[in-house]
């Protein structure tokens, strides 16, 4: 009788005082491949993208602090410093160098910054939509002066404070939400995503897990040419994927490609929004598979 093979099992790490959690699909004699969510999701988003790859790859998926069921910040703060650097934790304390990484959006942000300060340690990197914001959008918050900036971080940050979890009476009325999110999921795909999204309240009502801290872009980060110049020391074979119906930016209209070097391209996908993985994942699959290897 044919049976599935395990799901993968739950393990924790401590980055600056914070318990992190990942998963980890077994098979620790291949080479390692990082799988990175984005922002407001979770590892377990990555199920069927592992389970395809497990056989040859040793797949290892985190939790990003405030996340799943990683720790939150206790002052709800999440920069993207503290991103990579518990990206670079998990891998010092693992020892998975050379690594492999697949990430998407924010996690595919923290991957490139990561690569670009240690590009000896990236074996080959996937970025679904991980550049940050369209140059148009980057523009406009640097024009704004410091204080209105400071402002705007206070003004969110007072928001988020009054801010309650948001409660759902049942998983049916989550996965709602949820598609309403992503309407290229199909229902099966985001229930699961569903399911293990949320967390059940003392009352019996659901709520998301992740921090609602999260949704506040820090007002301190690298400059956009501090940012291109560690694009620009990835030295590994790098693919950007962009969706053509998200509305991310394409680099290569936008002219982002030409900080990295001759080693990245573009891979563009029609019918896919911002989670190409999942909107179309056979195509995915077939094109990493190819690339990693």
Known sequence: MHQDPPGPASHTFVSQRLRLHYVDWGNSEAPPLLLIHGGRDHCRNWDWIANELRRDWHVIAPDLRGHGDSAHSPDGRYTMDAYV???AQLIHQQKLEPISIVA??????????????YPESVRRLVAIEGLGLPPTMEAKLENQTV??????????????????????????????????????????RARHLTVHGVAQNEDGTYSWKFDNYVRVLSHVDLTRQQLHALWARITCPTLLVYGAQSWA????????????????????YDNAGHWVHHDRHDTFVAEIKAFLA
């Open 147 to 188: 204080d209105e900036r400071m402002r705007a971080w206070i003004d969110e940050q007072r928001a988020l404070s009054s801010r309650l979890p948001r409660r759902y009476k049942s998983i049916e009325e989550a996965l709602g939400r949820m598609m309403a999110e992503n309407q290229h999921l199909s229902v099966e």
């Open 249 to 268: 930016s394409n680099p290569a209209d936008d002219g982002r490609i030409d900080y990295f070097n001759d080693n990245a391209r573009v891979s563009l």
């Open 85 to 87: 650097y518990d990206l």
């Open 104 to 117: 998407h959006s924010l996690g595919g942000n923290i991957a490139l910054r990561y690569t670009g300060i």
